[in-house]
């Protein structure tokens, strides 16, 4: 690699650069189904040889891609030229400098028709530090044959109560996630931004006065939410280790009802059908909707996630990783990779891809969504609020109505350093 | 022998059998399971699948197991190697020859195998990142050391307390020099000793897991016991058992090779010959 | 975890670990004589490699641990490093979460190793007495866990719980409160069980090697009298075999406590410290990686390493277990 960077230096301002000094770029990705690799290849390929995209494979939990890519960027580690981002760790990044800033015609270029969720996540202190790439949120995934005997109309939005009473009345199992992990974060916070709350009031503040917004109505109905689901067994046994998967997995058995989750439950459902593993008839009653609201008469604010794409501040590429990213994000990337990783575009324009269509017919739902969709808090500390919410708020059937002011207060404290996490 | 007690025997013998492998045998089963056979709630796979076996050698998670392979038997052989060898030098010093010292370095590998390996993740990591060896396999042997050069001083001088020394002076007595009778004579005789210690060493840099995820970001240097917990299914919120059995009895079979190929040296090794046959 | 040192060296009392001190070499007392010097040179020269790194690769780190612990330091906020000297550890020891995961680590070392104690006291007599054609297959097959790789045994027990891939509910399903609805890892006792199981399995034929060898240095006779005596079983094996291994013994728990104190994988596997069952170990990873607070997870590294030397302390003051090997004979 460093011989591609001296052979970069040497052959500057020269156009023909033969493929053995072509500089390489190494681009740090999230797992997925192969989709950035194949990417990065076409994007190298198209580039004449100006450039060649490296992947590198990052953990799989979001909380474990933070801890990799913050430890080599505090490093000052001169290979992080692209990197697939999470939403809410990128205020921490960007707060010490560690991003590079977004070039004017870059931001031109990337961001003209990526809808409005995405791209508030994609700033910090008002500033665009990241490019979208992907936005991932979350429906409302319904057994048709469960809501038809609950009589619920599912053309119309909603309510947790509602599906709750539900899966009650039918003996059946909620799909929500509330295992110890992000992902009861991105549950929580959904909750608290549908009931018109907020979990931080001033997210850019420094440390000691980060205000957490617990003590409010909206904190406490979502304690209730998930304290009602946790104590009832609305979600079933498995509920205090439940995940992404799990919660599918039961969603496709027997015991299916509603469950939150995002779209990749409809092409792994599809896949299940083709190994045989699943019925065709299951993946026939799945039927989607927004997700639910917590108050029936505001529109719900959906969990927002995706991946954005920065570039490292100490990059030695730096022209050239914006170049390639200017690739990475276009819509026709943005529109193939939904159809062929089951992750939605950021982008506008990949909604009207036909095979975007097809492929997911619930796409109108999902751009939808991520209009209405609230991302978590951009704090520099997202790390330590998310923490200290999913030690709080599981299991899910401990939750009280003590439970958000607790959270505050310990939140607080641990980022005043009064107390460990 | 009377009946009842070969029946007896043979009873406590299957007993210990299930107990020292029923696990391997569990995860040997979830690894030809489909993904929907995962949720049996059944031992056995309905139907036996190598789905999970090509999946980390030619499929999805081939980039990130087989240079994991690669990594791990690399780093495990190359710090062994240098554990073995440097320990063979400290181990006849302490064992044969006279200088103020000895039980100093005993003591401190004993207490260089009680350290708590966590309290030296972060520190190296920080030295790592300055000098360059964050993510890269000498970063992986430097640390790998800390955990088998203590165990090799140690068996290796239990070893060399046991070899005949009469030899060495004779060697020595015919004019050899130390170093010669060392090399002549001491060498041969100690080379299964030297063999069963770096099978222990060995193992135990396998086995290490928090070096691994803490000194390794990508698959430059990442074992694979750190890489079991970055499989992924076909999305990033799929949960792949199967891949993940597979890949644990991929890098379980060089353990059980060498248990079946060097149980007796394994065993004297751990016990110091106390125990006889 | 890594494992420690073999305990029984040859040619010791059982259970001193130290290799004998070589004896009858000694230099005259007044002045050293050439060959004495050039010994003493070679020794230091074969012996000071391995000496020097084994040094490099712990003191280093853990000096700088110390230095650390002293600041307070974000890695992701280099700009506000501040000397806090104690406050760290005041802000540690102060925290009912520090104590809890203290508490679990201590339960777990006190379980795990009572448990291989007796399971492997067990075994280690299965392989003593066994007839010449199993002994070979049963020290094979108890082989197997030892070398097997942690994180996989963890993966294994996990896997076999789950409520989503497992199969024990469904076997043990007689059992009351065992059922296809119970999820292992929902909750502290029920956790820790599994994660303890794969503890027990994955260590117990260590301790069972070194009981092993304990035992085959109880000098036959003494069994035989006490049998010639009219000794039940039991009062030869509490009367006699155990007095008399009583040190290897006491090597074999210390060793294992030392070890069973840093479980990180098994936890870090099976639950990542959730409801309840995090360690020291795990808080200490947590705070300095996880969090990437580089000055508080210092602190709680020192401490994990002050409970280790601790340990090791209390074993050797006051149960006079022989560590460091002031041989008997000396």
Redesign the interface.
Known sequence: MSLGAVGALILTGCGDADAGDTPTLTW?I?????GQ?EIAQQCSEASDSRYNIET?????DAA?QRE?LA??L????RSMDIMSLDPPFIPELAEPGFLADVPDEVEESTTQDVLAGPLEGAKWNGELVTVPFWANTQLLWYRESVAEAAGLDMDQPVTWDQIMDAAREQDKYLGVQGTQAESMTVWVNGLIESGGGSIVENPEAPADEVSIGMDSEAARKAAEIVGTIGRDGLGGPGLPTS????T??EFQ?DNGSFMV??P?IY??TA??VE????DQSVYEDIGWALWPRVDEDEPSAPPLGGINIGVGATSENQDLAWEAVECIVSPENQANYFVT???PAASEAAYEDPAVREAFPMYETIRESLDQAAPRPQTPYYNEVSSAIQQEWTPPASVTEDTPRNTAEFIEAVLKGDQLL | ?STKQKVG?AV??VL??V???F??L??LM?SFK??????????LPKEWVGENYSSIFVG?AR??FVPSLINSIGICLISTAIAVV??T??A????????????????????????????????????W??IGL?DTWPGLI??Y???T???S???L??FF??IPWDLERAAQVDGAT??QAFRKVIVPLAAPGVFTTAIIAF??A?????YGI?LT????ARP??AA????????????P?GA??AA?II??IP??L???LF??Q??S????????? | ??????P????TE?GS??????KG???ARTGLSDR?K???????M??G???I???L??M???L??LW?SLFSFRLTDPGNKEFVFLGNYATVLSDALFWKDLGVTVLITVVTVVVELVLGFA?AL?MNN???N????????????????????A???F??FDI????I???FSWLPGIG?DFNWFASQWPALFVIMA?EI?KTT??IS??L???L??VPSEFTEAAKVDGATWWQRMSRVVIPNMKAAIMVAVVFRA?DA??I??NI??MTQGQYGTETL?LL??RT??GRLE?GL??AI??I??IC??LI?FVAIRVFKVD???SGKGR
Do not use: H
């Open positions: 740090y999230n797992p997925d189904a192969g690799a590198a494979l990052l953990p799989l474990g990799q430890r080599r505090a490093a000052g580690d995940t992404e998967n799990t599918m997995i058995s989750n995002w990749f092409a792994a896949a299940a190994d045989g593993t699943v990783n089951g992750n | 022998m025997w406590v013998s210990v059998l107990y020292a492998l696990p391997v569990s995860i979830t489909t993904p929907s056979d995962l949720t049996s709630g059944k031992f999805t980039d990130l440097l320990a030098f400290c006849y010093a302490i064992a044969r020859l006279d200088f103020p010292g000895k039980r100093v370095i005993l003591t401190t590998a004993l207490a260089v195998s009680m350290f708590p390996v966590i309290s030296l993740v972060t520190p190296l990591f920080n030295l990142r300055q964050y430097i640390p050391l800390s955990l050069l203590p165990i001083i140690w068996t001088t239990a307390q046991q130390t170093w193992f135990i396998w086995n290490d897991f928090v803490g970001s990508t698959e430059a694979v016991p079991l917990a970055f499989f992924t299914g076909a999305s990033q919120f799929e949960d058992a993940i059995s644990a890098v379980t353990v059980v060498l248990v079946l149980q007796r394994i065993v090794g751990l016990t110091q010959g106390a125990v006889k046959g | 975890m890594s494992t420690v040192v073999n029984n060296a040859p040619g059982p670990l130290a290799p004998a001190p070589v070499r000694r230099s004495a050039s010994e003493r040179k070679l020794g230091w074969l012996a490699p391995a000496f790194l084994m040094l690769v712990t280093y780190p853990i700088q641990a650390d075994l299965v066994a007839i010449r199993t002994r070979g297959l049963l020290r094979t097959a108890i082989l197997v866990p030892y070398g097997i790789i942690t994180v996989v045994s993966f294994a027990w896997y076999a989503t891939t497992g199969y509910n469904n076997w296809p794969s399995w034929p260590f090697l070194l092993l060898s304990g085959a240095q030392l104190f840093r990180f994988d870090f596997i170990s200490a990873y300095s990686i580089i997870g210092s590294s020192v994990l390493f280790v030397l090791a560590l460091a090997g």
